[in-house]
Structures are given as C-alpha cells and as structure tokens.
C-alpha cells in the first residue's frame, strides 16, 4: 500500500507517494535530502530529530511521514533569515559554544526555539527542563544552557 | 517496522467498523507508545487506524462541575488548557510533567489510557478523580476502566472519545519519575471531592489501584501528619532492576504525603 500525502516543508510544497511505515525522519533525510535533521538514537529519547510540526516540536523518529499530510514542517535547514542569517538560536549557539560534536545541535536549535517561545522564564531550572527530550552525548549542556538562554533572550527582543 | 496498511477516516463509524471488522488492525492516536513499539518490532498489526482525521476529540471544555477532555487533546493541550489549570491544577501539572516536550506535543490522554501502560500517569488521575470514560458507545467509570496489565475495559473496535473529570477540592500527583525514562517508578493521585478521598497509586503494580487504608486515614483528617507510619503493603509491587517492592511500598508513601502537602 501506498499513501498520497501533501505537506510544507520549509515552506515549499512537498507531494510524495509514501509507504505508510516511512518514517517522517526518514521522508526528510532521505527523500527529501534535508540531512541536516539527524537521527541518534531512533528509538525516541534523543530529540536529535527534532522538527517543527505546526509549530510545535516533535520527535520525526517517531512520527510516520503519513501522520504529517496536511501539516507545515520546519526543519533546521528552515530557520536562517531569507539572505542566509543565521537564526538568533543558532547564532547564540555558535557565539556560546553551545556545540562539541554538533550531532546533537539542530534538535537541541530546534527544541530551544519552541522553548524560547513557550517558557514561562529564562531561569536556568526551566531551560534543563525544556531540554529534558533532547541528549547530548558530549554532555556539553552547559555552554548549551547558556546558548539556549541568550538565544531566548534574543528572540524575545528581536 | 514490518509493513502495514494506513486509514484515517473523519468518521468515528468508520474508524470503529475498520477496528471490528480485524482484530489485528490497531488505533493509532498520538504514536509516542505506538510507533516506538513498531519499531521495535514487538507489534505487527495489519493496518492502522488514525484517529487525527475525525473532528472534535481534540477540545477541552468545561462541564457542568467538571471538565470534559477530548481522546486528542495532547499533554500538552490539556497541561496548558486555561479550564484545567483553573478547575484542576493538579491535572494539569500531570499532564506538564508526562515524558518530554516533544512527546507531550503528540501524545494524547486516549492514547494513553488504551495503552494501560503500568507506568503511565493519566490512570492515577482518572482513578482518584473518579473520571468518566465516554467512548462511541458507552461511559465506563474511572474504577473500571483499568483491569490489569495493559489490560482495559474497552471491548474489540472500541474507541474512547473524551474522558470526564469532575472538579474536587483537592487534586494533586506526586511521581517518582525514573531518571532515564520518565516514567514513573511510583506515582499518586490524591483527590478530595466532598468528603470523599480517593489515592490511586500508578507505577507501583501491574496496574493502577488504590490505597485504601490511606484513603481512611486521610478521610478521618486530610493531613499528611495523618499517613505518618503507614507503610503500604509491598505484597505484589513491581520489583525489578530500578526499585524493588520494598522501596517501591517506600516512595509510595513519601509521594502521598507529598501529593496532600
């Protein structure tokens, strides 16, 4: 069997005949080429896949590519500004260090930018726990913490 | 994952006729216990029926002295929802603390009690609130609802819709979540509702129950002075690499004092 499905993707339009066990992770890595959405663990508790599903963070290992008809999916490759600036998220990570092996980093981006926009404070108990669905396997949270901070910061002023 | 067949009518008939006609066929709701489970390979329904496309069950409302929760609404939903955190902050809170973010944006209260995980908050909260199941053919009561271990009162193509909770003067969750899962080792829900207290306990069995002799002792004088020195018998507990009975019978009493305080 195979499904017809429609979606946005970064907003472009995306139209696929997909099987209905394909993964949403792997219609965007491997059909789509957006590799930049990575999978560790596949067995969703890393959060390295994590995308926006209408605006909302999801873990794509665990969410079928049929599940997504109809939905708006942002991706890392998604965020930059139009002339390729770097979103004030990833721009705090790279200012931070927020990043050793960077596996782990377009779902930590992704993550921190819902929870920049969903968190009630910055304080650094609320952004650990934002962060609780995302590893990383450096253990770098530190410099990450202060990234996702300063990101927020520069959201919420921007 | 082994292959399967996909359906997602906007007709509840439709989603219950596909789920009798083959026992194999499996509801899909939110797929944060489901698809992980596919993965693994440890399921190989024949088809799967999703529930997304049929309107309504999403909605959170306010009903007559309770509130109403769509089979839908995500954790995130009903851990946000103005009516819960106003009628039950302690609903709310158990619902902002199930998982991780991004589990909480797709998985649902419908899927989480059909799934019956041992583990699993919700079943805490329907027990102690003494919740109303309503599916597309009948209200089943929060007591009856859980019957063991994974196991649940819904009969073959049965769908749940929305679960009601009435209000209650006090209703707060206390869990002992396992540092790497989330899950709860021990969770409990203790809720007064008039001179009723009810304190369901998830995590430490094979299924949700309640602890009755904390429930007399709370009824007599709602303090958490008043479960000082009662041990709750281990006798059955899940005993396994993270806790054994003993100190799952422990948490279990910390935590209830904790969800009165």
């Known amino acids: 069997m195979s499904v017809a499905i429609t979606l946005t993707v970064n907003g472009a339009p995306v139209s696929r005949e997909v099987d209905p066990r394909l993964l949403l992770s792997q219609l965007l890595r491997d059909e789509l080429g957006l590799t930049g959405t990575h999978v560790g663990c596949d067995t969703s508790q890393c959060g390295a896949c994590t995308v926006h599903l209408d605006g909302a963070s999801v873990k794509s290992c665990a969410m079928l590519a049929v599940q997504a008809d109809g939905s708006d999916v942002l991706t890392i490759e998604g965020i930059a500004g139009p002339n390729g600036a770097l979103h004030p998220m990833q721009a705090a990570f790279r200012e931070h260090h927020g990043l050793q092996c960077g596996f782990c980093t377009p779902g930590m981006v992704m993550g921190a930018i819902e929870l920049a926009r969903t968190a009630p404070d910055l304080e650094e108990a609320t952004i650990r726990e934002g962060l609780e669905g995302n590893l990383c396997r450096c253990t770098g949270y530190q410099n990450i913490v202060k990234a996702v901070r300063a990101g927020a910061q520069a959201m919420r002023e921007g | ?261």
């Open chain 2, 1 to 261: 994952m082994y292959g399967f067949d996909y359906h997602r009518p906007a007709a509840l008939s439709d989603i219950v006729d596909l789920l009798t006609a083959d026992e194999d066929a499996k509801l899909l709701a939110g797929g944060q216990t489901l698809i992980p489970t596919l993965k693994q390979r440890l399921a190989m329904p024949t088809s799967l029926v999703d529930l997304s496309a049929v309107p309504g069950l999403r909605e959170i409302v306010a009903e007559g002295d309770g509130v109403r929760i769509g089979a839908m609404a995500t954790h995130a939903a009903v851990a946000g929802s103005e009516v819960v955190r106003a009628m039950l902050p302690g609903l709310a809170d158990l619902a902002a603390h199930i998982g991780d973010p991004q589990v909480r944006n797709r998985g649902t209260i419908g899927g989480s009690i059909a799934n019956a995980d041992p583990a699993a908050d919700y079943p805490a909260a329907l027990v102690a609130l003494d919740a109303v199941i309503r599916t597309d053919r009948r209200d089943i009561a929060g007591a009856e609802f859980f019957t063991g271990l994974f196991e649940t009162a819904l009969l073959l193509g049965e769908v749940v819709t929305s679960v009601f909770f009435p209000a209650a003067s006090h209703a707060r969750y206390a869990k002992f979540p396992n540092p790497a899962s989330r899950y709860a080792m021990a969770g409990v829900f203790v809720a007064k509702q008039g001179d009723v207290v009810r304190v369901a306990v998830t995590g430490a069995g094979p299924s949700v129950f309640r602890w009755d002799a904390a429930e007399a002792a709370l009824s007599a004088r709602f303090s958490a002075d008043a479960l000082v020195g009662l041990v709750l018998d281990d006798d059955g507990l899940n005993s396994d690499m993270h806790a054994d009975a003993a100190y799952r019978a422990h948490i279990v009493g910390v935590l209830a004092r904790r969800a009165i305080a």
